[in-house]
């Protein structure tokens, strides 16, 4: 727990039990349903999913949605707050269909709606959310075909408000509203001058990409007012950028959207609703802190802000509470999945020794090195030893380019280099200044796990953002883990790993697991990944989708869960179709070549019709390791 933190990002889902293994409590308010990960582990191994697979609590994902209704809920009544609060899950941050569904199921009692971004989530939110009583936000670009979709849902009944994000989209909604004669749901995005902190904040700011300048909101309600549409216009909406890190930035954007839409108000424009966007932060690294992986507050007091923040302006303005809306969906998605692997290898920099006992006539760098290494005790200044060896090792390499040192001099070097920087890693452990350079060691000498997944396809902010999710041992974290590493891929692309990892309140490069077990397969869980994890993987080196297993607990027995659905990952075969082959016509043409070897007499007819069932069945198989 010291090491790896999990009841401090665990969100109050994720503990170490006493026997070391992680344990999931789906539902806060009923901590007695405790399920050991182990057991999970070992249900997916008996049901026959390979690995890794991506395994989904639906009570968590349900526990989210009732935790932030809940809040708002009691906020509400403990501000004396006259609006009420009608929430949205933006779809983008994880659309899987089974994630939606459990989200629409488990708002339905808080008539919690869905918010799309595009004209594909549009078609999808439409066909989803078919509660009247909630709201569906249409954010994003849009297109005249975007617009009539959202009529049609006015045609079915929704409450469904097409937020506009610039001004030319006003007037292609009054267009084709007038052309079907259908009263849209107006909403305006303000182009917000608070910016948040950490890596969204360019989402706030003039420079933003959406939104209505205060001078465009203004022209937006006078021309609908010119078209006799102004009771169209409902809601404000602003969103300052995701994964807040700070509070003060959730403050210093409800006083300034509350003003708007308490002097829009007081222009004669009464709108309904005022929607804040997303942003509420996850705490990933467990530091409860402005760092960029965590956030300095709980989803209780960025409610409280939220909610107090506009009944104050509202009350000081003296003009009605709005209705008040959210978007948040990494708060409600990140906790519900992780991904689940286990690490088929060790890479070590030192872990290759050769006898480096002495010859005749060996090489003098050979000679230094050995002199610095034999001597190494007796050494007293230890920078100096460093220097040494790093520049004998460096002439070495030098040498053998030139010929004149040989292939197993320069193993020999090697050895006794990685030797030194061992006992130099061990000397500095001691001491209280460690140089720069030296610094490295721990790094350098650290061991690199190859988990048996993808970051591009499972973890890919973790590459393009330098998102930190916490990484964790499954078993065994009763044991101390002693074995220094990060993680790296199997992709082919050395930018396929993970080394950043949150120990404390520190960032550290290297994670201590536990040694590998040669007979002990040894699990590993990605967490946090719901949020936008999930959906925005890619498929470099044809790694595809991950299997998923979907997990619910019994109501009747506390330790128990059952695996709900498994949906199987993609295939070889999936992903090259994707590509555009065709895997039928690749089976086909391996065949023939076979054949023709058959008839050649290179391989006999029954081992021909083995390696050709081989293939197909790679084809047909998962497209990660078979450990
Ligand atoms: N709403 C809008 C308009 C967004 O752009 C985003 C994401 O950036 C969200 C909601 C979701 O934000 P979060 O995941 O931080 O809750």
């Known amino acids: 727990e010291r090491v790896y933190g999990v009841s ?75 609006g009420l609060y009608q929430g949205v899950y933006p779809v983008k941050v994880n659309q899987m269909r089974e994630v939606v569904e459990e989200i629409v199921e488990a708002g339905a009692p808080f008539n919690y709606g869905l918010e799309a971004g595009s004209k594909a989530e549009l078609l999808t939110v439409l066909a989803m959310n078919t ?70 904040e360019s989402s706030g700011g003039e420079r933003a990409k959406f939104g209505l300048t205060i001078t465009e909101i203004i022209k937006t309600a006078r021309y609908l007012e010119e078209q006799g549409m102004s009771h169209c216009l409902k809601l404000l909406h602003f969103h300052i950028g995701s994964q807040l890190t700070d509070i003060r930035a959730v403050k210093e954007a409800m006083t300034e959207g509350a003003r708007i839409y308490a002097d829009l108000h007081k222009m004669g424009f009464p709108l309904d609703y005022v929607d804040v966007g997303g942003g509420l932060g996850i705490d990933y690294d467990g530091s409860n802190s402005t760092n960029e992986s965590s956030r300095n507050y709980s989803m209780q007091e960025y409610v409280a802000d939220v909610v107090y ?159 930190l999710l916490p990484v964790v041992p499954l078993t065994r974290m009763n044991e101390k883990p002693t074995v220094n590493c990060s993680l790296v891929d199997i992709t082919c692309d050395s930018d396929g790993k993970i080394d950043q990892f949150s120990i404390g309140r520190e960032i550290t490069d290297v994670l201590p697991m536990h040694p590998l077990k040669k007979d002990e397969p040894y699990y590993i869980g990605l967490f946090l990944t719901g949020a936008y994890q999930d959906v925005m993987g890619d498929m470099h080196n044809l790694f595809g989708r991950l299997n998923e297993v979907h997990i619910f607990s019994y109501d009747d027995d506390p330790e128990d869960f059952y695996i709900e659905e498994v949906v199987k990952g993609s295939s070889v075969e999936d992903v090259l179709n994707i590509m555009q082959y065709n895997p039928r016509a690749m089976a086909s043409d391996v065949k023939r070549l076979i054949d023709r070897q058959v008839s050649g007499g290179k391989i006999n007819p029954k081992e021909g019709v083995r390696w050709t069932d081989f293939y197909e069945n790679c084809l047909s198989g998962y497209t990660y390791l078979k450990p």
């Open 309 to 467: 923040g506009m009944k104050e302006m509202c009350d000081l303005e003296g003009v009605p509470h709005p209705n008040l809306v959210s978007e948040s969906g990494r708060a409600i998605t990140a906790h519900h999945s992780c991904v689940v692997t286990e690490i088929v290898g060790e890479i070590k920099s030192n872990a290759a020794q050769i006898d480096t006992s002495e010859n005749e006539n060996e090489h003098v760098f050979l000679k230094n090195m050995r002199e610095l290494s034999d001597d190494f005790e007796n050494q007293t200044n230890m920078h100096e030893v460093y220097n040494d060896a790093s520049q004998y090792k460096e002439q070495a390499l030098g040498a053998f380019k030139l010929r004149v040192l040989s292939l197993e001099e320069l193993a020999k070097i090697e050895t006794l280099y990685w030797d030194i920087m061992a006992r130099l890693q061990v000397w500095y452990r001691k001491e209280e200044y460690v140089p720069e350079e030296l610094q490295e060691l721990d790094y350098s000498l650290s061991s690199q796990y190859l988990c048996n997944f993808s970051v591009f396809q499972s973890a890919a902010d973790t590459w393009a953002i330098d998102q």
């Open 131 to 200: 509660n009247e009583d909630s709201l569906t936000i249409l954010n994003g670009y849009k297109d005249d075909e975007f617009m009539r979709l959202a009529l049609l849902g006015r045609k079915l009944g929704r409450k469904i408000v097409v937020v506009v994000e610039k001004y030319s989209e006003l007037l292609l909604l009054v267009k084709v509203s007038k052309e079907l004669n259908i009263d849209p749901i107006i909403g305006v995005r303000a182009k917000m001058t608070v910016k948040g902190r950490g890596k969204w």
């Open 8 to 82: 401090q990002w665990g969100g109050g889902y994720f503990q170490v039990g006493e026997n070391g293994n992680v344990h999931v409590t789906p539902v806060p308010d009923d901590p007695s349903i405790r399920i050991d990960f182990k057991s999970v582990v070992e249900e997916i191994r008996k049901e026959g999913v390979q690995f890794p697979v991506v395994v989904r609590f639906h009570d968590i994902l349900r526990s989210q949605v009732a935790s932030l209704n809940k809040a708002f809920r009691s906020s509400i009544e403990e501000a004396e707050y006259k």
